[in-house]
């Protein structure tokens, strides 16, 4: 069994069509801003999370994009 491991990503939140600036996050973690953005985010609003590189003995990844919409 391989344990990988999150090095980084980016977040974006895109609101009534206008796409903010992305956070870079290192780590697997959240980071308490995100996680405050979250929170806060109003229904409509789309989370997308990009170039998710993980990490392993096998050597690195790079995941598949993450897209949430709040309701």
């Known amino acids: 069994d391989l344990t990988w491991s999150i090095a980084s990503y980016q977040v974006t939140f895109i609101k009534g ?4 600036a992305p956070m870079t ?24 999370f990009q170039g998710i590189r993980a990490t392993s003995l096998a050597g690195p ?3 598949t994009d993450i897209t949430l919409r709040i309701r």
């Open 17 to 20: 069509g206008m796409e903010e």
């Open 25 to 48: 996050i290192q780590g697997g973690a959240f980071s308490e801003a995100l996680k405050n953005k979250i929170r806060n985010a109003t229904p409509g609003t789309i989370i997308l």
């Open 61 to 63: 990844r790079t995941l």
